[in-house]
């Protein structure tokens, strides 16, 4: 089995003078070793001061989102098979630094559902006695798709505008638009969804390189979304315009 050699970045902005550095470990590779195995290895045997998110092992939470060598990915999803002997480890960029690789991704993703407004705008009254309504499984589907969405961050973080811009809702934001679009019981117009989406901190403010699509460890068709989302916003638009409406 290789030896490896983890580099790893540290920061603990709680520590009056502590400075970012990377520092070296070395582990012996193991059958099946995920990064995730590895940096716990790492914390048990080598230094209990290092600081990592976990909480699912099984690329379902989205916490261990991190860049190894230099892309994003699920540190739990991560096999070490798969990597060179040299790995080098660090926080997500975009989101705030909590320490070493942990990042805040919570009060990102929590801004966001509340910019994108995600939930199902309806105006039916509530009946809790009425029967749960049924869905065609076809519409079930597609809904799903977006919303396998763990937040991790990954495509945040490969994404150019978001790292220019800190107030873009990324590829993630615009698939939960998509997600709402797709649902029939939202009943918001493309005109709802334009005043939400239809700007630069949205739809026109991505750029098409699809570095988010190549880097969702949940394979989202975020490709698909975006421009799903996109065709209906510049239609929005435009219908605006002939109404008068001015759109900026
Ligand atoms: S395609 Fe758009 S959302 Fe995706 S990484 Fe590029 S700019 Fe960001
Ligand atoms: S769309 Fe994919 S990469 Fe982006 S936050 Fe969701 S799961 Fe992570
Ligand atoms: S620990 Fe949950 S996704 Fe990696």
Redesign the pocket.
């Known amino acids: 089995m290789r030896q490896l050699t983890f580099s790893i970045f540290r920061f603990n902005p709680n520590i009056p003078g502590d400075k970012p550095r990377m520092q070296e470990y070395k582990l012996e590779e193991q059958d099946g070793m995920s990064m995730f195995v590895a940096l716990t290895k790492i914390r048990e045997e080598l230094d209990p001061t290092l600081m990592f998110d976990f909480v699912c092992r099984a690329a379902i939470c989205g916490s261990c989102a991190m860049l190894i060598n230099g892309r994003p990915r699920l540190a739990c999803k991560t096999l070490a098979k798969n990597m060179p002997s040299r790995i080098t480890m660090m926080p997500l960029p975009v989101f705030k630094l909590i320490g070493d690789l942990c990042v805040d991704t919570g009060t990102w993703f929590k801004d966001l559902q509340i910019k994108t407004e995600a939930w199902v705008h309806t105006n039916k009254k509530f009946d809790p006695k009425a029967l749960e309504e049924k869905m065609d499984n076809e519409v079930a589907e597609k809904i799903y798709e977006p919303d396998r969405c763990v937040e991790c961050g990954c495509?945040v973080a490969?994404?150019?505008?978001?790292n220019i811009r800190d107030d873009?809702i990324?590829?993630t934001g615009?698939n939960r638009v998509a997600r709402f679009m797709l649902d029939p019981r939202d009943e918001r117009s493309d005109a709802d969804y334009f005043d939400v989406v239809g700007n630069e901190e949205g739809t026109f403010?991505?750029?098409?390189?699809?570095?988010?699509?190549d880097l969702c460890p949940m394979e989202i068709p975020?490709?698909e979304n975006?421009a799903y989302v996109r065709r209906k916003m510049a239609a929005a638009g435009l219908k605006l315009q002939f109404q008068g409406v001015k759109v900026s």
Do not use: E, K, P, R
Not at 158 to 162: D, E, G, L, N, V
Not at 207 to 212: E, H, I, N
């Open positions: 495509c490969a994404c150019i505008t978001a873009f990324g590829a615009i403010g991505c750029v098409g390189l699809m570095g988010c699509d975020l490709q975006l």
